[in-house]
Each structure stands twice: as C-alpha cells, then as structure tokens.
C-alpha cells in the first residue's frame, strides 16, 4: 500500500488496439512478484481482452488476478460494475498490492477518476496514474488527426454534421486525462513520423505529460507503476468533452460478434477479416479461431487494414472449436457486409 494506505491502481486508456492489453500483460510479466490485479472493462458482450490475459500462463496472471467487466463502458458503469468489483478485490484476505484498470478503447478516463472519490472507495485505493496508449501508425496515418478544413467541408455538403468527430473526442479526451502517454508500435514509424505523432499528441495535451515510445508495449513497469499522481484530487487539471458519464454518447458505437468457422490457414483468415475491415465504419476486429488440422487456438487482432494473429494454446478436449470475432463500429455500419467477407 501507499503512504496513505491506499491501494494505488494505474488506469490504462488508449483506442481501440492501442495495444493496451499487451502493455498490461508485459507489466505482468516483469512485476518483480509485486501482487497485481487486473480489471479489464470491454466494449460489447463478449469477452477477449480478458481471457486473453487470464490464459496467458504468466505467474499472477490467472483467472483469480483478472476480473472481466464486459458489455458496457465502465465510466458509464461505476455504481454496477466498477466500484463492486473493485471492493471484491480489496476485501480479499490478501488484496492486491497495485491494481491495473484496462479500460475499453471507447471509454472516457475522466467519469472513472472520478469515481474514485466515492465514498465507498475513497479512502481505500487512489488514482496512481492515467495511462494513455497511443496507436503510433494509426495517428501518423492521420486517423485522429485535428483537420478543421476537411471537418468544415463535411458541414458544409452535409448540414446534419452538428458535432465534431466521435472518434476524435473520445481520442482526446483519453489524451486531456493522462499522466502518461505511450506511443506504442513505435517501431512501425520512420523518424518523421515518430517526429509528427509527437507533434499531433502534444497539440492536444494540456500540461506537460511525459511521452515514451514502445513496442509491443514493452514498458517498464517502473515507468508504468509508481506515478503517485492521486488524479482523483487533481481533476481540474484534466478538461473533458465529457465532463460526466451523461455526455458520454455511446450511440455513436455498436458492436457485434460474428461466428467463424474453421479456416484452412492463418493467412486465409487474415485476408478475410482485412477484407472486412474495408466495410466503412469499422474500427476494430478481434478474437478466437480454429485452424483446420491445428490443435492450437489462433489469436486474431484487426486494427483498420493491419491484421496480426498468433497461436496462444491448445484448443481444450471439450471445448467448442467454431471460432467467434467482435466487430466493433460506428453506428450502423453494414453488418452484412462484414459477414459477408469473413465468410469468404
């Protein structure tokens, strides 16, 4: 515990595919037997991110360390979700010494931090710090980039156009709330691009916040952990598109989860679930998969056209074998379609 005698949890927010769940799991993974748990919140009603690190074999990272909030965004989900799955944490006979919060690539960090003013966690946990991931290639790309002239254009050939991007509030409101940013997959970008996704984070921070650049997030958890930032108690500093979870509007996402029968190879799905991702409006694709003739079980992220799959263990004997991917999107986004091309 801290000197207050709180229990200190790190938020880690960042878009969807970020690599949010791989910055958790290598923390994990070179905690130096510190005794970590882990709440990781998802957008729709099926779970990965989760099982994901539940299952990675990693010491301290099992099915008793992780708790899964699925089906909701948990700063809209505070009173249901988060504070009793939290107070389940710290009412074990020994809690955790540090908590790591994942949150969705949808949520806003600032409701949470607020949540923990609650009375009924206020004196038992603080806001160590927020994380912030960001998708290196994705902000060089131009995908959350501020571009009042294409904005303006689009109001002027559409006049129901009355509010600004969805996707780029949600971004930088995950921005405006942290204490840190992580430019992760640093490793796809050349010199001037680290040097503009730089320039484009920055732009939207408002104060100075350290920026460090990872792959495959791997961070130290000396940098990750031990921020004491009590962003509970510092909330002004933080301004939000958002200010409460009632200005949250998540009918601007939807998702789906789709069934997938058994493919011939990996790079047969792969190509299949790029080919989705060309549906406009899709954000990302992630799940489980067979192989024909494989008895391992086949990992499969989609973040626009970048598809990455690997093998994570063996299919169990009773297990069901049909795989299942989570489309997550804008509102009504063809469902079809995206069916259509995973199917082949």
């Excluded at 571009?147 to 509030?169: K, T």
């Amino acid at each position: 515990m801290t000197i207050l005698n709180k229990i200190p949890c790190t938020i880690v927010t960042g878009f969807l595919g970020a690599g949010k769940t791989t910055l958790v799991r290598h923390a994990v993974e070179h905690n130096d037997g510190r005794r970590l748990a882990i709440i990781v919140n998802e957008f729709g009603d099926v779970g990965f991110d989760g099982s994901l690190l539940a299952e990675c074999g990693i010491p301290g990272c099992d099915a008793d360390a992780v708790v899964e909030l699925p089906n909701g965004c948990i700063c809209c989900t505070v009173a249901d979700d988060f504070v009793p799955a939290l107070n389940k944490l710290l009412d074990r006979p020994e809690p955790p010494e540090h908590i790591l919060i994942e949150t969705s690539g949808l949520a806003l960090p600032k409701p949470l931090v607020q949540a923990f003013n609650w009375p009924a966690i206020r004196s038992r946990v603080t806001v160590d710090g927020v994380v912030a991931v960001v998708d290196g290639p994705a902000v060089a790309s131009g995908a959350f980039a501020d571009d009042p002239e294409a904005l303006a254009a689009q109001r002027a050939a559409d006049a129901s156009v009355e509010h600004e991007n969805p996707l780029e509030e949600v971004f930088e409101d995950q921005l405006l709330c942290a204490d840190l940013v992580v430019m992760n997959k640093s490793d796809l970008l050349d010199d001037g691009e680290r040097a503009r996704v730089r320039a484009e984070v920055e732009a939207h921070l408002p104060r100075a916040v350290k920026l460090v650049e990872t792959a495959h997030g791997a961070l130290d958890p000396r940098v990750l952990l031990g921020l004491n930032a009590a962003a509970e108690d510092d909330l002004a500093s933080r301004p939000s598109h958002h200010e409460t979870e009632e200005d949250h509007d998540h009918d601007d996402f939807e998702s789906v989860a789709l069934p997938v029968k058994a493919a011939g190879s990996p790079e047969d799905l792969a190509a299949r679930v790029a080919k989705a991702a060309e549906v406009a409006g899709v954000l990302r694709i992630k799940g489980f998969c067979a192989v024909a003739d494989k008895p391992m079980r086949l990992v499969v992220q989609g973040v626009g056209r970048r598809v990455a799959h690997h093998y994570d263990r063996p299919w169990r004997p009773a297990e069901h074998r049909d795989g299942t991917l989570v489309v997550i999107g804008l509102t009504g986004f063809d469902k079809e379609a995206v069916a259509a091309a995973l199917k082949g």
